[in-house]
């Protein structure tokens, strides 16, 4: 499995629920089409966590680069529903930061 980890803040934090239900329609929508298995959304409790890192973390799970890459895909043409829905997400959020992370040991690396 690879996790695309995402972090943000939002530009104004009165948003939070608006953002919540952005985010679930915009990632059920990508989940409706198949390129990716499933995601979630936490925020950081009583400001505990580093500053550098945003106050919402998302984790969106894909099976492979395959999958992630057909995500990517289906996003990059800014068109349609997808456009529609990812611009509800991006016009409130700030400070993105990212980063992709996989299951370890992953199969490609075989055991000893």
């Known amino acids: 499995m690879n996790y695309y980890h995402i972090w943000c803040n939002l530009k104004d934090s009165h948003k939070d629920l608006e953002f919540s ?3 679930d329609a915009y990632l059920g929508h ?3 089409i198949g390129v990716l ?3 979630t959304l936490s925020r950081r409790k009583f400001g505990f966590g580093p500053q550098n890192l945003g106050e919402f973390h998302i984790v969106i799970e894909m099976k492979d680069l395959a999958q992630l890459d057909a995500a990517f895909g289906v ?5 349609g529903e997808t456009e529609a829905r990812h611009h509800d997400i991006y016009t409130i959020v700030a400070d993105f930061q990212s980063a992709l992370y996989r299951d370890f040991p992953d199969p ?3 055991q000893p």
């Open 30 to 32: 990508l989940k409706s």
């Open 21 to 23: 239900k952005a985010l």
């Open 37 to 39: 298995e499933k995601w």
């Open 75 to 79: 996003v990059a043409k800014r068109t």
């Open 108 to 110: 490609e690396r075989g």
